[in-house]
């Protein structure tokens, strides 16, 4: 199917908002993610269920300042079987309107379950006007806000939230289990998560949390290199000379944001910033700020984590960098002057084999195994 | 109105001196004017630099029929719940007043359980770096050859031995005419400790307000002089300027470089040139807890205070 570069304006009057919400900016299509329905597809899921819960984590993960990151409510643990029913939702398109968009189609796994285009495409062709951030180790930002604009307060409010957006998968909430119910798998499936066959959203809501909180990556080069130091600021004996130097760089200029707490784990932010992408407060995207209205949150934006960013390209959250380098070289220049900008934000200058030694090792945080792991792969055939 | 992107907090803030007296040192002032240090952050919690005109007027940019009010079908989808929490003529819409209303009603930060915000600042503003720690600091991250590191390491402690004494003798200088003889001794002393961590003092304001103070031991002796109010501003003042000297410049970035021609080669040079001119940044890790030290470059700095577990607002 050929897809529209304009984006397609619904006419009905309930969704006329959604003029607000396409650009004019270009759109890239390298690599659209299209699906056939799943309903056109057969649901194949292994005989053993996969392992989900009680992960084998590497020790800097068990440490208690990295372990006090966790999200994870005690009402909502991640269970093997939660989290396969999870993985279904996630790739099941008839959680769009019109069966053809699931959760899967814009957080493509091999890309760190970002979308690799600029913008998302909805479920009547219409384009967002940000990008679709990474889900890596989402169980890992403490403050458990999600969206660029931190307006989902939890995972499992956030999942749902795109289901009925009128421009992503502009589903009728109250609908959805009954839709769903019409796939005699899922009453299986429910059961084995929650006790009995009744769907219901706030099922559905838990569920998908517990997949999105089941997909952990600690399997980079970096945990390798850290499991065989005493500290992330040991040379690492399976980095390359540059890659260390890379990562001595980031520990000493970047670490602060993005390695914060005292740990050496979670590549996250604690905090949205603003980062000095925009000087303009009219016209440029509010962020946070947006959402909340108060002043010093304007032109705030989540981070997501810097796990297997290599992968997941563009970046920012319009997808303004297409690569690592660009992000860089925007913290290289120190920004735009946004009455908001962040302490943080200063001119780095970095130099040219510097920029190159960041970049080599924010690729030593890719975890090849965990862009192809099965058990977050999408289970229709 | 807006402030510069790079301006920080400088405040005076009535605080009470917590520091122990030593005996047969003159007696400390019950109350005294202390300088705020300039820790700041666009981080949720801690003060604004977009005002409430620039919410309203960027939530008006979305009036695309110019009627002055914001209807649902204007704004984002994403945007839409702020109709119903600030429509307050419930005619359906939100018009800049009610836009403004919201922008201005007290909102408390969000903080993750055993997480505190903001606290950011520069380190050597902070205590926790010096001139002579960053330069090292950049010397190890050239990932040089054992014996180059270790000449490029005697360069530079020559280098910063210069540096200080010249920037020691200056001040010494400066405070002949401001301290008498005793407190110049004193004084001297507290020059030549080599630990040079600052210490904490949080004081509680009207309103519940909560500063956070930082003070160093050549400000401490000055604190504990007792000096006319003229006397300890010059004192400060040039307390101030030895630790402006003590930063480098352009100049002694040159400086320093210049005999390490024949040593690094011109991309290590370069290399060194451009983190040496990067100012450390650092979380205070003590705002609202109790701790022994604060985060620098994901190490535990210790001898940090903290007078009590309170968050600390820092106000421009």
């Not at chain 2, 005419?177 to 003092?201: H, K, M, T, Y």
Request: glycine share 6%.
């Amino acid at each position: 199917m050929k897809v529209p570069l304009l984006a397609w304006l619904p006419s009905v009057a309930s969704v006329l908002a959604l003029a607000s919400l396409t650009t004019d900016w270009p759109i890239d299509v390298r690599a659209q993610t299209d699906v056939l329905p799943s309903t056109a597809r057969t649901l194949r899921l292994p005989e053993v269920t996969y392992h989900y819960a009680d992960l084998e984590l590497p020790a800097h993960f068990k440490r208690d300042a990295a372990q006090r990151f966790d999200n994870t409510p005690r009402d909502n643990p991640v269970t093997d079987q939660g989290a396969t029913l999870g993985r279904v939702l996630f790739y099941d398109t008839r959680l769009s309107a019109n069966n053809t968009i699931a959760c899967g189609s814009c957080h493509v796994q091999k890309h760190a379950f970002a979308d690799p285009n600029r913008f998302s495409r909805g479920f009547t062709g219409g384009h967002t006007d940000r990008h679709a951030m990474n889900l890596v180790n989402v169980r890992y930002h403490p403050r458990a806000r999600f969206f660029w604009d931190e307006r989902g307060h939890n995972l499992e409010q956030m999942v749902l939230l795109p289901v009925e957006n009128h421009l992503e998968m502009g589903t009728d909430l109250p609908q959805l289990p009954v839709v769903l119910a019409r796939e005699p798998r899922y009453a299986e499936l429910f059961r084995q998560a929650f006790g009995d066959a009744e769907i219901t959203n706030d099922r559905i809501a838990r569920s998908l949390a517990q997949f999105l909180r089941s997909m952990v990556s600690y399997r980079s080069k970096y945990d390798q290199g850290l499991a065989g130091a005493r500290a992330a600021s040991d040379e690492f004996s399976n980095f390359t000379p540059q890659e260390n130097r890379g990562k001595a760089l980031f520990l000493r200029n970047c670490s602060l944001c993005h390695l914060p707490e005292q740990q050496e784990a979670h590549f996250i932010m604690i905090e949205p910033v603003n980062t000095g992408l925009d000087d303009d407060t009219e016209h440029a995207d509010g962020g946070v700020g947006d959402i909340t209205l108060v002043p010093r949150d304007m032109g705030h934006f989540k981070s997501p984590s810097l796990r297997n960013v290599e992968v997941a390209s563009p970046y920012m959250h319009d997808g303004r960098f297409a690569t690592l380098e660009a992000v860089i070289d925007h913290y290289s220049s120190g920004g735009k002057n946004h009455p908001n900008k962040d302490v943080r934000i200063q001119p780095l200058h970095f130099t040219d084999s510097e920029k190159a030694a960041l970049v080599a090792f924010l690729k030593t945080l890719t975890d090849p195994t965990f862009l192809a792991d099965p058990k977050f792969s999408d289970p229709f055939e | 109105m807006r402030h510069s992107p790079v301006a920080l907090i400088m405040l005076l803030a009535s605080a009470a001196v917590v520091a122990a007296q030593s005996p047969g040192q003159n007696r400390i002032a019950p109350a005294i004017q202390l300088q705020a240090f300039a820790f700041d952050s666009g981080s949720p919690g801690l003060a604004s630099r977009a005002t409430a005109d620039d919410v309203v007027t960027r939530l008006m940019s979305f009036d695309r029929d110019q009627d002055g009010k914001l209807s649902p079908s204007e704004l984002p989808e994403r945007m839409q719940p702020l109709i119903a929490r600030g429509d307050a003529d419930f005619d359906g819409a939100l018009d800049a007043k009610e836009v403004r209303t919201i922008a201005l009603a007290p909102t408390a930060p969000v903080t993750a359980r055993g997480f505190h915000s903001g606290g950011y600042g520069f380190a050597d503003e902070a205590g926790f770096s010096s001139s002579r720690s960053h330069i090292e600091g950049a010397l190890d991250d050239l990932g040089l050859a054992q014996e180059t590191r270790q000449e490029a390491g005697a360069i530079a402690g020559a280098f910063m031995d210069a540096l200080e004494a010249d920037a020691s003798a200056n001040l010494m200088k400066d405070l002949e005419s401001v301290l008498n003889a005793a407190q110049l001794v004193e004084l001297r002393n507290a020059l030549d400790q080599p630990d040079q961590i600052r210490r904490f003092f949080i004081t509680r304001q009207e309103n519940l307000a909560t500063r956070m103070v930082l003070r160093g031991p050549l400000e401490m002796k000055i604190e504990q002089f007792v000096l006319k109010n003229e006397e300890k501003k010059e004192a400060l003042a040039a307390i101030d300027r030895y630790k402006a000297r003590l930063r480098l410049a352009d100049a002694d970035r040159a400086a320093l470089l210049e005999p390490m021609k024949t040593l690094l080669t011109g991309e290590q040079r370069e290399n060194l040139q451009a983190a040496l001119a990067r100012r450390p940044l650092v979380k205070n890790g003590a705002i609202g807890r109790v701790v022994g030290g604060a985060v620098f470059m994901g190490k535990v700095v210790p001898g940090m205070e903290t007078a009590q577990p309170v968050p600390a607002i820092l106000v421009r």
